[in-house]
């Protein structure tokens, strides 16, 4: 607990803040999602200010989007000399013209699949998704992401406000319950659709 209050007391959380959710768009093993919602919690009891935490959170998530992008950008020299009618040729030519016709929307929802979001910004680079809607679209997922973690962790933090490791297992398990539902409700519906 105190190890926990001192690191997010320290004027320097909002910098780490920022760079967690930076290196989680290209890094996907970094808890980025955890430290969002752990920030949520310590914003509810007044240690933290909402405003700045959801503005790094996502300025950091949008900036390693776009590093994630760049890395995908630099592959495509490599992925035009594949062989036409190759199995890999074909599933580039196959993300190509679904990132051109929902590429956006996927964008968004990656945000929220632990590691989706930086095999999707790195197929958008390397298949050449343009730079401006790209970064539209990364800015909507990157608000929407801070927001989303800020309010679980807020929302934890108000339940359990003298109990600040509990309101960061609350906010925590929100997060897991939203996840498993979404990915069960995916689940049944391409069994649905395989029928």
């Known amino acids: 607990m105190d190890v926990v209050h001192t690191a997010v007391s320290s004027p320097w959380f909002y910098a780490a803040l920022f760079a967690v959710a930076m290196l989680d768009g290209f890094f996907p093993v970094v808890p980025s999602e955890s430290m969002v919602i752990t920030a949520g919690v310590y914003a509810a009891s007044g240690e933290l200010r909402v405003a700045p935490v959801v503005a790094l959170a996502a300025l950091g998530a949008f900036a390693g989007d776009h590093v994630s992008y760049l890395v995908g950008r630099r592959s495509r020299g490599r992925l035009a000399r594949m062989r036409p ?101 995916r689940h049944l519906r391409r069994r649905v659709r395989l029928r």
């Not at 929220?112 to 930086?118: A, E, S, W």
């Not at 970064?135 to 800020?150: E, H, N, P, Q, R």
């Open 85 to 185: 009618g190759t199995r890999r040729a074909r599933a580039l030519a196959w993300a190509s013209a679904v990132l051109a016709e929902r590429g956006g929307l996927i964008l968004v929802v990656a945000r929220y699949v632990p590691g989706g979001r930086t095999a999707v910004t790195m197929a958008m680079g390397a298949v050449g998704y343009r730079a401006r809607p790209f970064a539209f679209f990364a800015g909507v997922a990157a608000v929407s992401w801070a927001l989303y973690g800020v309010v679980l962790g807020y929302a934890g933090g108000m339940a359990f406000e003298n109990d600040p490791l509990k309101g960061v297992a609350v906010g925590l398990g929100l997060a897991l319950s939203v996840t498993v539902a979404v990915e069960v409700t």
